[in-house]
């Protein structure tokens, strides 16, 4: 029991003296002030703030796009965006959240549309509001050039803001600025699926693994899988074949088993 509290004694004291050695800055969160370690994302601030995180927050890597947010810093008129889980936090910056902006979103049977800007202004005709002003572009997290596939969109060239739009995460923030009241993102994913479905190439590769598999080749590998015992599991994952970091293109393992 002594040496249960003086363990405790000296975590509290570790605790208190990495805190000591942060740096403590004010940001507000709703209104609410909270100090918070200066080297803190918004997202880490919050949990740190006490928070607890159940909407606006996903893979906590920029990549869901789940945690857009919203912020002022002082001496600043601008309203400022960024992913919650990227931007680190600033002395007396003032944030709210916003994990879900209502968009317009077209419903529609890929199969039935065609890769062309006629059907695209027809399930969204409202792009030709757009009045170039790049807020879009300014507010994206992901350094999209927004303001550049809205007007290939325009144009008529799906593949264009397939291109462009590829590394969008759907945070919505885009939307949340434009003032012609635009859902960029959902025009860019359906041009996408358009991409993926009517213009880029069948993948050779993958429409012979499908016929392979169709014909029952990994069928007694697996049916010897499902009916191995766990030591013979483990013992397997542990002899399997990695590929080697920094390998080269044309890296292929030394057995075809499952090839
Ligand atoms: S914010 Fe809206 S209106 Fe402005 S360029 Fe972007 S899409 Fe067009
Ligand atoms: S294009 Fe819009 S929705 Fe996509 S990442 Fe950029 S700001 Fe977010
Ligand atoms: S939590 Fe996924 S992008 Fe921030």
Redesign the pocket.
């Known amino acids: 029991m002594a040496a249960q509290r003086k363990k405790k004694k000296r975590a509290d004291a570790t605790g208190k003296k990495l805190e000591q050695q942060q740096k403590l800055v004010p940001i507000f969160i709703m209104g609410q002030r909270h100090l918070v370690p200066d080297s803190l994302t918004i997202q880490k601030a919050m949990e740190y703030a006490g928070y607890q995180l159940v909407r606006g927050c996903g893979c906590r890597g920029g990549i869901c796009?789940a945690c857009g947010t919203v912020f002022r810093l002082p001496d600043s008129y601008r309203v400022e965006v960024g992913l919650a889980c990227q931007t680190v936090v600033k002395p007396n910056m003032y944030l709210a959240q916003i994990p879900f902006f209502p968009a317009n979103k077209a419903v529609y049977d890929i199969e039935k549309l065609s890769p062309t800007g006629a059907d695209v202004s027809k399930l969204y005709p409202e792009i030709f509001k757009c009045v170039g002003c790049n807020v879009?572009t300014k507010?994206?997290?992901?350094d999209?050039d927004?303001m550049e596939y809205m007007a290939r969109a325009i144009r008529g060239d799906v593949a264009g803001v397939a291109e462009l739009?590829f590394?969008?995460?759907?945070?919505?923030?885009?939307?949340a600025r434009c003032p012609a009241e635009l859902v960029?993102?959902n025009m860019?994913v359906l041009c996408r699926r358009l991409y993926a479905r009517h213009i880029a190439p069948r993948a050779q590769h993958l429409a012979e693994r499908v016929r392979e598999i169709e014909k029952g080749k990994y069928e007694r590998p697996l049916r010897a899988l499902k009916s191995a015992d766990i030591k013979d599991l483990k013992r397997l994952y542990k002899e399997r074949e990695i590929e080697p970091e920094m390998a080269e293109e044309d890296w292929t393992p030394e057995s075809n088993d499952y090839l």
Not at 167 to 175: E, K
Request: charged fraction near 5%; charge should be negative; hydrophobic fraction near 40%.
């Open positions: 796009g879009c507010s994206c997290p992901m999209i927004v739009s590394d969008c995460v759907m945070c919505g923030l885009c939307a960029q993102y860019a």
